[in-house]
């Protein structure tokens, strides 16, 4: 079936700069990193210096041998003090009177876990840089195992189906929401199947910056990980989107709105079809799953009704 005019032009016209990535790169087939990692320069420019840690994407951005796969800037650094470090870039090159932009990008075991305290220093002190979270909802680099952000129920090499435990047990953390209640100048949620809203929010976030602080926190599935065909990454990624696993929002000083509302959300059930280490949750466990996505929808749904309610003291927003 022929698109309709004009549908392709939405997210293409966000793309004015040129793709700095070699055309082959060492990312697995399906990954959306590779996808994101492409989209976030042609939407924010070139001029873009990204430091980041051990991760999936670190041996895109950190080259192989004396080569690279890209023409960015790149620093790299430790998942523990990830946030300080972008925070010593952004301050030198303003001290240096030079024009550009840091962006601090890593995966959910640094931004959740690992590098969370620096995290929320950098937002409690409203440093000038850009935080990318790709959440891939664990470590997957290094032999997926669970992160903070993993959901319940999902199979990990540190929470596997078995006799006793079958998945995580836990709840998983809302982690852009943390970062919003530290009122920073922007934070949003973002991910692949809705381009045009993921170049909108970098757009944002990048005039953002000229005030302080800002947050991306974007849903990067992991075919690998989690056991889902390659060929489904953008699936599996909108129907996060209609079941309200992952719904899309902003925060400006705090102050949230829904930037896509789904008018009948879809079960969670027909998300985890997709995906292998769900496969064996039960009736009991998918009630659970959806419990919680309806409480944090619940939660955001609340708060994005307070936005033409509250305003923040004046002081506040100086």
Same mark, same amino acid.
Request: proline share 5%; hydrophobic share 35%; glycine share 10%.
């Given at each position: $079936? ?8 939405? !997210? /293409? ?17 399906? &990954? ?11 939407? $924010? ?8 840690? *051990?991760?999936?994407?670190? *041996? !895109? ?6 080569? #690279? +796969?890209?023409?960015? #800037? ?48 950098? =937002?409690?002190?409203?440093? *000038?840089?850009?935080?990318? &979270? ?28 078995? #006799?006793?435990? %079958?998945? @995580?047990?836990?709840?998983? $953390?809302?982690?852009?929401? @943390? ?5 920073? *100048? ?17 757009? %944002?976030?990048?005039?953002? @910056? ?11 599935? &992991?075919?690998?990980? +989690? ?21 899309? +929002?902003? =925060? ?16 969670? @059930? ?33 708060? #994005?009704?307070?936005?033409?309610? &509250?305003? /923040?003291? !004046?002081?506040?927003?100086?």
């Amino acid at each position: $079936m022929a698109a309709k005019k004009g549908k392709l032009t939405k !997210v /293409l016209d966000h793309l004015k700069h040129e793709d700095p990535f070699s055309k082959g790169v060492a990312f697995c087939p399906g &990954c959306g990193l590779e996808l994101l990692l492409r989209f976030i320069p042609q939407v $924010m420019g070139n001029d873009i210096v990204i430091t980041g840690t *051990p991760s999936c994407s670190a *041996p !895109v951005l950190l080259g192989q041998n004396n080569q #690279s +796969w890209h023409k960015l #800037s790149y620093f790299g650094t430790l998942m523990t003090g990830a946030a300080a470090n972008a925070t010593g870039l952004a301050r030198y090159y303003r001290k240096a009177g030079i024009d550009n932009t840091v962006v601090c990008f890593n995966g959910d075991g640094t931004a959740a876990d690992i590098g969370f305290g620096n995290l929320s220093g950098a =937002a409690e002190r409203n440093e *000038p840089f850009i935080y990318i &979270c790709y959440d891939n909802e664990g470590y997957m680099n290094t032999g997926i195992q669970k992160s903070g952000t993993t959901p319940f129920g999902a199979t990990t090499t540190t929470t596997p189906k078995g #006799s006793v435990h %079958k998945g @995580k047990n836990l709840r998983r $953390m809302n982690l852009a929401l @943390k970062m919003a209640m530290h009122k920073i *100048p922007y934070a949003a949620t973002a991910t692949l199947s809705d381009l045009d809203d993921l170049a909108k929010k970098l757009l %944002k976030a990048k005039e953002a @910056k000229e005030r302080g602080f800002a947050f991306l926190h974007v849903f990067a599935p &992991c075919t690998t990980g +989690w056991g889902y065909a390659p060929e489904n990454t953008i699936e599996v990624c909108r129907r996060a989107v209609k079941t309200n696993y992952f719904p899309l +929002w902003e =925060a400006v000083d705090g102050k949230i709105r829904m930037t896509k509302t789904v008018k009948k959300p879809k079960p969670v @059930k027909t998300y985890t079809e997709l995906i292998k280490k769900f496969a064996h949750l039960t009736e009991e466990d998918h009630q659970i799953l959806q419990d919680d996505i309806d409480y944090e929808f619940c939660i955001l749904g609340g708060l #994005s009704v307070l936005e033409g309610e &509250c305003q /923040l003291p !004046v002081s506040a927003q100086d």
